[in-house]
C-alpha cells in the first residue's frame, strides 16, 4: 500500500514535471490553448474519480457543479469585477454548496442514484436557462487574454492540487471509509463506517474540484451560455474517460482524460464525421465494459503482476506464493493426520 | 377551457410515447436489473426504418411495422447475446457503460446510414374541430395504438406461459429456476417485447417531428423518468404514469415555459426517489 503510494506520487510528481515542461514549450496560442482544455478536462475527470471512482457513486450529474463553477466565475468576475482568484474560490464554494443540495440522493443507489443526479443536471440546466444572468441568450464578460500562460499555469496548478488531494484523502481515514462503501455499503454500515458522512465528504471534494474547474473554463471563454456550461457532455465525458483510465484509481482519470480528449482532438483535425466519432466511442466503451472492466490502469497493472511473477518462477528460487492469509496447504493436512 | 382540453389531448399523445418507452426500459430492468441507455436509440432504429419503408419502398405507415418489428428484433437479439447476457454478473456501473457505449454507437452507426439531417416524411394532418378545440388525429392513431400495445403486453405477460416466465424471473431469479423456468429464454422474450415497443414508439416519433440520430437520446431520459415515477420494473403503475407525467409537461409547457416543462419531469424523478424510491406503482408484483 505505502510503496504504491509512493510509486503514485513519484508520478504524481513527475505528471507535474511534465505539465510545467508542457507549459514552457513554445507552441502557437492555439495549440496552447487546446492543451489548456486538455488539462481542464483531465481536472474535470479527476473531480467525477473521486464520486464514482473512490466512492464508487455512479453519477451522471458532474455537469451540474461545472455549470454552477462556470457562472460563479464568470458572474464574479463580469458582474462585481473580482479578480481571477477570488473568482474561482466563488466557483469552488458556489459549486461545494450545489453539491449539498444533491446530498439528499444518496438514499437512492446504483443506478437510481445515476438517474437521480442525471435528473438533477437536467433541471439546473433548464433553471439556469430561464433564471440565470442572460438567461437562454448567456453572459459576456473579460476573459484571459489570448496570449496569456495564466489560464495554462491555473489549470496545471488546479489539477496537481486535486491528484493531491485524491492521495491525501486515499491515506486518510476517509479514503478507506470509501473503499468500504464502494465495495458493500450494507457491510460497511453494520461495521460503524460513517457511510452518509464519508460520501457527503466524497461529494463536496468532488463537487468543488469540478466547480474549479469550471470556473476555469468559463474564464477562458469570455462567453457563456446554459448550453455550454451546463451541457451533458460535461456529466458524461468524465465519467467515460474515467471508465477508460481505470476507475477508483488515482492515475485512471489522468490518463483516461488525456487519451479522451487527444481522440476527440484528433477525429476534429483528422476530419472524420461525427458519426465515426460516435462509433469509435461506443466501441471503446463497450470493449472497456466487457473486457477490461478496470481500464487502462488495470489492465498495465495486470500485465505488470503477470511479468513480475513470471520472473520470480522463473528463478525457481521462489515457489509461487501462498493463497494469503492462509497456511501452506501441507502443514494443514500435516497437522490433522497427527491429531 | 379551450387550451385546457387542448393541452390534454396533447399530453396524452405525448402519454402514449412514454408509456410505450417506459415499458421498453422497465421491462429490461425487472428482469435483467439493467438501465438500458440505448432504448431510446432502439426507438430511433425504429423511426428511421419506418422512414425507409415509407419513403423507399413506398409502404403505407401502418404496413411500416412489418419491417421495423423484424429490424428491430433482430438488433434486440444481438445486443442481448453480446451486451447484455455476458455482463449479466458484472458490476452495475459496468453495464451501465455497456448501455452507454451501445447508444453512443448506434448513434453513430445510423449517423453513417441515414446521415445526420433531418430527416421526415409526410404526415398525417387531420384533426376534428369541436368548436376552438383541435383534436389531430395522430393524437388519438397514438393513444390508441398504446392502448392496444398494451392490451397485448398485458395479454403476454398475464395469459401466455412465455409472459408468465417472464414475470417469473422478474420477480425471483433463482426461485423461477428452481420452478422450472428458462430464464435465458424469459430474458431473452423480455427484450425483444422490450424493443419491439420501442420500434413502436419510433413510429410515433416519425409522426410528431423530425428524425435526428439523436432524437431518442433526449426520450430516453423521460422514459426513466416514467419508468422511476412508476417504479423500476413495474408495469401496473406505468400507464397512470405515463398520463400524470404527459399531462403535467404539456400543462407546464402551455401555461409557463417550454424548458421549465421539461424540468417538472425531472423534478417529478427527484420527489419520487425522495419521498418513494419504489415508485408509485402500488402493489408490490413486479413486472
Redo the contacts between chains.
Keep these: 500500500m505505502t510503496s504504491s503510494l509512493r510509486s503514485t506520487m513519484i508520478a504524481t510528481g513527475g505528471g507535474a514535471l511534465l505539465l510545467v515542461v508542457l507549459g514552457t514549450l513554445p507552441m502557437s496560442a492555439y495549440v496552447d490553448g487546446r492543451i489548456t482544455q486538455a488539462v481542464i478536462f483531465v481536472g474535470l475527470a479527476i473531480s467525477w474519480n473521486v464520486i464514482g471512482g473512490f466512492a464508487g457513486q455512479l453519477s451522471i450529474g458532474q455537469a451540474a457543479f461545472f455549470g454552477v463553477g462556470a457562472y460563479g466565475a464568470a458572474e464574479a468576475v463580469g458582474s462585481h469585477g473580482l479578480g481571477t482568484l477570488p473568482a474561482l474560490g466563488v466557483a469552488v464554494v458556489l459549486a461545494a454548496v450545489a453539491a449539498l443540495i444533491v446530498v439528499p440522493c444518496f438514499r437512492a443507489r446504483g443506478a437510481y442514484f445515476a438517474v437521480l443526479t442525471l435528473a438533477l443536471a437536467a433541471i439546473a440546466m433548464r433553471v439556469a436557462e430561464r433564471y440565470a444572468p442572460g438567461g437562454n441568450s448567456g453572459i459576456f464578460y473579460e476573459a484571459f487574454e489570448i496570449d496569456s500562460s495564466m489560464p495554462y499555469l491555473l489549470a496545471a496548478g488546479g489539477v496537481v492540487v486535486a491528484m493531491a488531494l485524491c492521495v491525501f484523502v486515499l491515506r486518510s481515514k476517509m479514503g478507506r471509509g470509501l473503499a468500504a462503501v464502494r465495495m458493500d455499503l450494507d457491510a460497511a454500515r453494520s461495521v460503524g463506517v460513517r457511510d452518509m458522512a464519508t460520501r457527503t465528504q466524497a461529494l463536496l471534494l468532488s463537487a468543488a474540484i469540478a466547480g474549479y474547474f469550471g470556473g476555469l473554463y468559463a474564464l477562458t471563454l469570455g462567453f457563456l451560455d446554459p448550453g455550454t456550461a451546463f451541457s451533458l457532455d460535461w456529466s458524461v465525458a468524465p465519467l467515460l474517460a474515467v471508465v477508460l483510465g481505470g476507475m477508483g484509481t488515482l492515475l485512471g482519470p489522468v490518463i483516461g482524460g488525456a487519451i479522451w480528449f487527444g481522440l476527440e482532438e484528433a477525429i476534429t483535425q483528422l476530419g472524420f464525421t461525427s458519426d465515426t466519432a460516435l462509433i469509435l466511442q461506443g466501441a471503446i466503451l463497450l470493449g472497456i465494459a466487457l473486457a477490461a472492466p478496470r481500464g487502462i490502469v488495470g489492465v498495465a497493472t495486470d500485465l505488470w503482476r503477470l511479468y513480475r511473477d513470471r520472473d520470480r518462477g522463473e528463478d525457481g528460487a521462489d515457489p509461487p506464493p501462498a493463497v494469503e492469509g492462509r497456511p501452506p496447504a501441507s502443514a494443514e493436512t500435516g497437522s490433522g493426520v497427527a491429531s | 377551457m379551450e387550451t385546457f382540453i387542448q393541452m390534454s389531448v396533447l399530453g396524452l399523445s405525448n402519454a402514449a410515447v412514454y408509456v410505450l418507452l417506459g415499458i421498453s426500459v422497465s421491462l429490461i430492468?425487472g428482469v435483467l436489473g439493467?438501465?438500458n441507455f440505448a432504448q431510446g436509440d432502439f426507438m430511433t432504429l425504429g423511426a428511421y426504418v419506418g422512414y425507409s419503408a415509407v419513403t423507399a419502398i413506398g409502404l403505407s405507415i401502418a404496413a411500416s411495422v412489418v419491417l421495423i418489428f423484424p429490424a428491430l428484433i433482430v438488433v434486440g437479439v444481438i445486443f442481448y447475446f453480446t451486451?447484455l447476457r455476458?455482463?449479466r454478473n458484472?458490476?452495475?456501473?459496468?453495464?451501465?457503460?455497456?448501455t452507454?457505449?451501445?447508444?453512443?454507437?448506434?448513434?453513430?452507426?445510423i449517423?453513417?446510414a441515414w446521415g445526420?439531417d433531418p430527416l421526415g416524411i409526410e404526415r398525417i394532418t387531420g384533426a376534428w374541430r369541436i368548436d376552438n378545440v383541435t383534436i389531430p388525429h395522430v393524437a388519438l392513431i397514438n393513444i390508441a395504438l398504446a392502448a392496444i400495445a398494451l392490451f397485448g403486453l398485458m395479454i403476454t405477460l398475464n395469459r401466455t406461459s412465455l409472459g408468465r416466465s417472464v414475470r417469473a424471473t422478474a420477480q425471483d431469479r433463482i426461485g423461477a429456476q428452481l420452478a422450472g423456468v428458462d430464464t435465458n429464454r424469459a430474458e431473452l422474450t423480455a427484450v425483444v417485447l422490450s424493443v419491439a415497443l420501442s420500434g413502436l414508439a419510433g413510429l410515433m416519433i416519425l409522426q410528431r417531428e423530425l428524425l435526428t440520430?439523436q432524437v431518442g437520446f433526449e426520450l430516453v431520459?423521460k422514459a426513466?423518468?416514467v419508468a422511476?415515477v412508476a417504479g423500476?420494473g413495474r408495469i401496473n403503475g406505468l400507464l397512470p404514469a405515463a398520463i400524470v407525467i404527459g399531462l403535467m409537461e404539456s400543462a407546464v409547457a402551455t401555461y409557463a415555459?417550454e424548458?421549465?416543462a421539461?424540468?417538472t419531469v425531472?423534478?417529478a424523478?427527484?420527489l419520487t426517489?425522495?419521498i418513494r424510491?419504489q415508485g408509485f406503482g402500488g402493489s408490490r408484483v413486479r413486472v
Design positions: 430492468f439493467v438501465l451486451v455476458p455482463m458484472h458490476q452495475h456501473e459496468m453495464v451501465l457503460v455497456a452507454f457505449g451501445t447508444a453512443l454507437l448506434m448513434q453513430g452507426l449517423g453513417l445526420g440520430p431520459l426513466f423518468a422511476i423500476l415555459s424548458s421549465l421539461t424540468a425531472f423534478l424523478v427527484v426517489l425522495l424510491p
